[in-house]
T-cell receptor, first 110, second 111 residues
Framework: EAGVTQSPTHLIKTRGQQATLRCSPI?????VYWYQQALGLGLQFLLWYDEGEERNRGNFPPRFSGRQFPNYSSELNVNALELEDSALYLC?????????FGQGTRLTVV | GESVGLHLPTLSVQEGDNSIINCAYSNSASDYFIWYKQESGKGPQFIID?????DKRQGQRVTVLLNKTVKHLSLQIAATQPGDSAVYFCAETQHNNDMRFGAGTRLTVKP
């Protein structure tokens, strides 16, 4: 069975541009979490989607947004990119318990 | 609880020693707790979990202890090996929803 997959693996953008990150959860999982992990730091909670709806949001500006599709895959959009948005973005999916993580998308803003 | 943008606390141990990594959680209603291990360049991987109706659970070389009175979780690693070097995160959930992570601890194993 396939695990959580994220694309792209690496993404390089210029300051001010927009980035779209994608996540496909494990089959049958309805919850998707997004986390930001800056180099050497812990996990910062971004967004939680469940059954197609945004359930909770972390302390991030509105230019961080996302959505969950009917097939439970998810997109994270970051508008007006800033240098400090450079980080590893991790997606996790869960269904009643343990969350499984993808390998992440490394976003670099130059 | 929810992690903050601080540099990770670190724990350095000698190979073969036991390691204890601690985590304070925030929600007294949390009923399911998980420890994750994150190696460099990879996503976090499940290590062991525990439900709130238990205070101890053992796996292979790892033990998780839960103290609900003081909202404290610990991960004990026996006979620590170089391959155990990683960042360890605790996570809490309530009714299987809204998983939140602790700040993480970087474990370094010295040969």
């Amino acid at each position: 069975e396939a695990g959580v997959t994220q694309s792209p693996t690496h993404l390089i953008k210029t300051r001010g541009q927009q980035a779209t990150l994608r996540c496909s959860p494990i089959s049958g999982h309805t919850s998707v979490y997004w986390y930001q992990q800056a180099l050497g730091l812990g996990l910062q909670f971004l967004l939680w989607y469940d059954e197609g709806e945004e359930r909770n949001r972390g302390n991030f500006p509105p230019r961080f947004s996302g959505r969950q599709f009917p097939n439970y895959s998810s997109e994270l959009n970051v508008n007006a990119l800033e240098l400090e948005d450079s980080a590893l973005y991790l997606c996790a999916s869960s269904s009643f318990g343990e969350a499984f993580f993808g390998q992440g998308t490394r976003l670099t803003v130059v | 609880g929810e992690s903050v943008g601080l540099h990770l606390p670190t724990l350095s141990v000698q190979e073969g020693d036991n390691s204890i990594i601690n985590c304070a959680y925030s929600n007294s209603a949390s009923d399911y707790f998980i420890w994750y291990k994150q190696e460099s360049g990879k996503g976090p991987q499940f290590i062991i979990d525990i439900r709130s109706n238990m205070d101890k659970r053992q796996g292979q070389r790892v033990t998780v202890l839960l103290n609900k009175t003081v909202k404290h979780l610990s991960l004990q690693i026996a006979a620590t090996q170089p391959g155990d070097s990683a960042v360890y995160f605790c996570a809490e959930t309530q009714h299987n929803n809204d998983m939140r992570f602790g700040a993480g601890t970087r474990l370094t194993v010295k040969p």
